[in-house]
């Protein structure tokens, strides 16, 4: 009997293999769970993915493990098998994919201990007992009004809302007696209040044609025009969910995790769900994270990596705007979470829900072929229709901070019918080109290919890609000269006219600028709600998610942006963030109107917005795309290179490419590059790529498992680093 076994472990290294460790017999060896493991001079953090008794390895060269850091295991199988997919799948390293898998808490040497929350309440609940405390102890009695109103108690965090500094206080009343607490196991249940919502004919005819779909995997896709009532659609079918006993992934942007939508589902399930997104600490998740895993709540609602919450009854997936490009994590381990989650789902043999008012190609045309059960929702359950759109050409017009007359005449009708106006302009800061009018002089960041940006409020110069900042030079530094002017308009400038225009009229900028954190969001988004006429302002922050009930007239400053952009994504991006923010007017019980100011009045794309017809620019761009052979009709795969020298950068893409050539189909398949990005400068670092493209995707696939062994050996350092991009989402 060997006193040792060995085991192969996955550490979050950029390495394409597995470790091997010696364990001691008696260890149970639980694939999932995490060790300490000794690694050159140092210590590492590794999950046990497989144990292998007989081994040919000579266990003399194999180190023992440090220490064992889990009971039980971490990472089950099931979301294992899904790492070792995507791995295979993204060529991205195992190691750094098992560990993305986990909570952020996890990844280190922390414990994981089954998080415990504590619940205090009343040891008698009759009133009189506590109303001796008012004059004594306001705060004490506070306290005690608060857990009077909540019977079934209340938790540290309820209790820190109503008083912050509550923890002297209740351990206070603990010493009389008045307090106890226990731990809460469950959640307290606090019923459901809620009578559901009649549905609309549409709403109705999609579930009745999903139910019978529910109980195996198929992709289902909500193409329905915002207002129509998807969400609702959404929590019909979580209802059904529970009352199986399963549970639910509700995946949604990060920025449409609103308060609107949290508030929405709370009144309908109560408190069995936990929210997990960006904005909480890395134990936060954690303790939702676990409380999903432990089946103490049966929703789990957050953003990209929530979709790796562990569930051993997982019944459905729902992926709200799916066609979102913030689904896609676009560093370090590279993968589009929709498509994960449709991974996922398959493999679990469980139904997924996609929803989204401009469903991205991919899904349309997947849809066509028949893969995907497509439903479409063209009406709003409120009395009126989708806003109608107008076009304002802006080319002989003279513009006053953005705006044409036109605009102002509309804005100006809209405020006096007590309604809001929105405004969307996706340009942050005051004027995104500073130069001199004497020699052409413009101020560009040091270490990317891209302007300084004018933030005026804090008197700076911004790069808005690296962060890099000066102060407005007062000369031109070039020529001397002493007019140094500005051009173009964001939302700063913008925010300064409108105001000075209407002084009467409260003006709100939301954008990364003015708004640090979800609850400075909050509070901005609560002076909409009393619905007084106001002007909103706006980059992308304001197009998703939220439902703002009084805006009449959406107004979409600058829509020519991305006509004529380098990228083929362009265009699909543009439609969609213009359907959008139109539909954010008229969603209460008053008829919205939406504008757009454009040079393009007869560009075919301008055209179908007025027709409010996303189909057909959706077929227009579907059909573009066969024609060049972009995707959805060819697989794209890029080699990236960055370095501190652009010679570098491009010198590691052509060894690649080298290796990539001796491939037996390597012909058949087009390889653009290496060439220099988009953007080749960022962050100080020269970046290249090596773009592979397909119509046929085992080719590719063929391609790379003769040749990615060779190219793995290249290794990555700090002073050329290489990654690759699997299903790039742009060229
Ligand atoms: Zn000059
Ligand atoms: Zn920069």
């Known amino acids: 009997m060997p006193q040792f076994r060995f085991a192969c472990f996955a550490i979050a290294l950029p390495i394409r293999r597995v470790f091997d460790y010696r364990i001691e017999a008696d260890d149970p060896a639980v694939v999932g769970t995490r060790y300490r493991l000794p690694f050159s001079s140092g210590?590492?953090?590794?999950?046990?993915?497989?144990?292998?008794?007989?081994?040919?390895?000579?266990?003399?060269?194999?180190?023992?493990?440090?220490?064992?850091?889990?009971?039980?295991?971490?990472?089950?199988?099931?979301?294992?098998?899904?790492?070792?997919?995507?791995?295979?799948?993204?060529?991205?390293?195992?190691?750094?994919?098992?560990?993305?898998?986990?909570?952020?808490?996890?990844?280190?040497?922390?414990?994981?201990?089954?998080?415990?929350?504590?619940?205090?309440?009343?040891?008698?609940?009759?009133?009189?007992?506590t109303a001796e405390l008012e004059p004594r102890s306001p705060r004490q009695f506070e306290i005690c009004q608060a857990l009077l109103q909540q019977p079934s108690g209340l938790t540290a965090i309820e209790l820190k809302q109503v008083n912050t500094n509550w923890h002297p206080v209740v351990k206070a009343l603990e010493a009389k007696q008045i307090v106890r607490w226990e731990w809460a196991e469950k959640p307290a249940g606090r019923a459901p209040a809620e009578e559901l919502p009649e549905l609309s004919s549409e709403q109705q005819r999609s579930l009745t044609e999903i139910e019978p779909r529910l109980h195996r995997f198929?992709?289902?896709?909500?193409?329905?025009?915002?207002?129509?009532?998807?969400?609702?659609?959404?929590?019909?079918?979580?209802?059904?969910?529970?009352?199986?006993?399963?549970?639910?992934?509700?995946?949604?942007?990060?920025?449409?995790?609103?308060?609107?939508?949290?508030?929405?589902?709370?009144?309908?399930?109560?408190?069995c769900f936990v929210i997990s997104h960006s904005g909480l600490t890395d134990f936060q998740r954690y303790q939702a994270w676990d409380r999903f895993r432990r089946g103490e709540v049966s929703i789990m609602l957050g953003t990209r990596s929530s979709l790796f919450s562990q569930s051993e009854k997982l019944g459905l997936i729902i992926i709200d705007e799916e066609h979102d490009h913030s689904y896609r994590q676009e560093d370090g381990v590279r993968y589009h979470a929709r498509d994960v989650a449709i991974k996922r789902a398959q493999m679990l043999d469980i139904p997924i829900i996609l929803g989204s008012a401009t469903p991205s190609l991919e899904s349309i045309s997947n849809c066509e072929r028949d893969t995907y059960f497509r439903y479409r929702l063209d009406q709003r359950p409120t009395r009126f229709p989708p806003p109608p759109i107008q076009l304002i050409d802006v080319r002989n017009n003279r513009l006053e901070f953005g705006c044409a007359a036109q605009t102002f005449a509309h804005v100006e009708r809209h405020l006096a019918q007590s309604g809001q106006v929105l405004i969307y302009?996706?340009?942050?800061?005051?004027?995104?080109?500073?130069?001199?009018?004497?020699?052409?002089?413009?101020?560009?960041?040091?270490?990317?290919?891209?302007?300084?940006?004018?933030?005026?409020?804090?008197?700076?110069?911004?790069?808005?890609?690296?962060?890099?900042?000066?102060?407005?030079?007062?000369?031109?530094?070039?020529?001397?000269?002493?007019?140094?002017?500005?051009?173009?308009?964001?939302?700063?400038?913008?925010?300064?006219?409108?105001?000075?225009?209407?002084?009467?009229?409260?003006?709100?900028?939301?954008?990364?600028?003015?708004?640090?954190?979800?609850?400075?969001?909050?509070?901005?988004?609560?002076q909409l709600q009393t619905g007084e006429p106001c002007i909103l302002i706006g980059t992308q922050m304001i197009a998703k998610g939220h439902d703002y009930p009084a805006i009449t007239l959406s107004v979409v400053l600058d829509a020519d942006q991305a006509l004529f952009s380098a990228s083929y994504r362009a265009s699909e991006r543009l439609a969609q963030t213009l359907f959008q923010v139109s539909g954010r007017s008229g969603r209460g019980d008053r008829e919205g109107e939406a504008i757009l100011q454009t040079r393009f009045t007869d560009h075919p794309l301008m055209q179908a917005l007025v027709r409010q017809d996303y189909r057909q620019i959706a077929n227009d761009l579907l059909?573009?795309?066969?024609?060049?052979?972009?995707?959805?009709?060819?697989?794209?795969?890029?080699?990236?290179?960055?370095?501190?020298?652009?010679?570098?950068?491009?010198?590691?893409?052509?060894?690649?490419?080298?290796?990539?050539?001796?491939?037996?189909?390597?012909?058949?398949?087009?390889?653009?590059?290496p060439m220099p990005a988009l953007m080749t400068r960022r962050i100080g670092r020269y970046r290249a790529q090596l773009c592979l493209v397909s119509q046929d995707y085992q080719t590719l696939r063929s391609v790379l498992q003769q040749s990615m062994p060779a190219i793995e050996q290249l290794g990555s350092s700090a002073r050329v680093s290489w990654s690759i991009d699997v299903d790039a989402y742009d060229l």
Request: charged share 25%; net charge negative; hydrophobic share 35%.
């Open 623 to 673: 059909q573009e795309r066969r024609l060049l052979g972009f995707p959805p009709y060819a697989r794209v795969i890029i080699f990236r290179a960055d370095a501190i020298e652009l010679k570098a950068a491009l010198g590691k893409l052509e060894e690649i490419r080298t290796l990539l050539e001796t491939a037996s189909r390597f012909d058949s398949l087009s390889c653009v590059g």
């Open 43 to 129: 210590v590492k953090t590794g999950v046990l993915l497989d144990t292998n008794g007989a081994s040919e390895l000579d266990p003399e060269r194999i180190k023992p493990v440090q220490e064992r850091l889990d009971h039980e295991a971490v990472l089950g199988e099931h979301i294992l098998a899904l790492a070792r997919w995507m791995s295979e799948y993204y060529l991205q390293p195992l190691g750094e994919v098992v560990f993305q898998c986990l909570p952020g808490y996890l990844r280190g040497a922390r414990p994981h201990q089954p998080v415990r929350v504590k619940r205090w309440c009343l040891v008698n609940s009759d009133p009189t007992l």
């Open 425 to 526: 302009l996706n340009r942050r800061g005051f004027a995104p080109i500073v130069m001199c009018h004497e020699c052409g002089w413009q101020s560009l960041c040091q270490n990317c290919d891209a302007r300084l940006t004018l933030h005026q409020s804090v008197q700076t110069l911004l790069c808005h890609h690296c962060g890099f900042a000066q102060r407005i030079p007062e000369v031109c530094p070039d020529c001397g000269h002493n007019e140094v002017k500005h051009y173009g308009i964001g939302t700063e400038q913008l925010e300064l006219g409108l105001t000075q225009r209407y002084p009467d009229t409260p003006v709100l900028r939301i954008d990364r600028d003015v708004i640090a954190s979800r609850e400075a969001l909050k509070s901005r988004l609560q």
């Open 218 to 271: 198929a992709v289902h896709l909500l193409d329905g025009i915002t207002g129509s009532g998807k969400t609702e659609i959404y929590l019909r079918l979580i209802q059904q969910h529970l009352e199986d006993g399963m549970q639910v992934i509700y995946l949604v942007p990060e920025i449409g995790l609103t308060n609107q939508l949290i508030e929405r589902v709370e009144s309908r399930f109560g408190d």
